[in-house]
């Protein structure tokens, strides 16, 4: 089934404990972006990548780092996380094409920083 | 950066009935996307519309697209309590990487 996971599906930490959440997809996408929502505020993107190797900053990167070291993973990762990081985090995935073709989203991870 | 805004906020029909909403954006785009977030879940992809398109239909799905004014509506026919999601318009800046949400229609469908 063609599917983007995310991992966890629900998280609390502490303030300042170093965390990855991770995204696989398993249809060959060449880009993958990661959003966080939070109310009020919709869907914002944190970084997106357009193939192996490039990644690229989107709106609300401070506190974030990603990788994308194969195709099929990008992992969110978070150095020390600070309670306005709390938010539900989405992962999605899509072919680059010149017609932008559909994301695809993952279930979501909800994270919570104390 | 936010590039669509949709509206009605939230928007409370009883079944049966047709929903509407509505969405404008500020700069030109390529196509604008639908998407339907039922509660906490992940986004699903409704539907596309390119710029040069004025109009398309997907089952009980309308969109309109009016690049003069910058807007598109979603349409949504007979509704059922099923439908009852919050429901996104997505812009493209994908040269830039970037597909940007609107803040969402969160419609309610009353059995």
């Given at each position: 089934e063609a599917q983007v996971t995310q991992n966890p599906r629900y998280l609390i930490t502490v303030t300042g404990k170093k965390l990855t959440v991770t995204c696989s997809q398993n249809m060959n996408h060449e880009y993958m972006s990661w959003y966080r929502q939070d109310p009020g505020l919709g869907l914002r993107q944190i970084y997106y990548s357009m193939n192996v190797e490039v990644t690229d900053k989107?709106?609300?990167?401070e506190g974030y780092k990603v990788s994308r070291k194969e195709k099929r993973n990008f992992p969110l990762i978070l150095e020390s996380p600070s309670p306005n990081q709390t938010s539900l985090y989405f992962c999605a995935s899509s072919y680059l094409t010149v017609d932008n073709s559909p994301l695809h989203f993952g279930n979501g991870t909800r994270l919570t920083v104390t | 950066?936010?590039?669509?805004?949709?509206?009605p906020q939230?928007?409370?029909?009883?079944?049966?009935?047709?929903?509407?909403?509505?969405c404008s954006y500020k700069t030109s785009i390529n196509n604008l996307q639908w998407y339907r977030q039922n509660s906490g879940r992940g986004l699903v992809h409704l539907i596309l519309i390119r710029s040069n398109e004025r109009e398309k239909h997907s089952g009980r799905l309308r969109v309109t697209l009016d690049t003069?004014?910058?807007?598109s509506s979603l349409l949504i026919t007979a509704s059922r309590a099923a439908d009852t999601a919050s429901y996104f318009?997505?812009?493209?800046?994908?040269?830039?990487?970037?597909?940007?949400?609107?803040?969402g229609?969160?419609?309610?469908?009353?059995p």
């Open positions: 989107g709106d609300v990167p | 950066s936010q590039q669509g805004e949709e509206d939230a928007l409370s029909i009883q079944e049966g009935e047709n929903a509407t909403m509505n003069s004014k910058k807007s318009c997505a812009t493209d800046k994908r040269s830039q990487g970037n597909l940007i949400f609107g803040k229609t969160k419609l309610s469908v009353k």
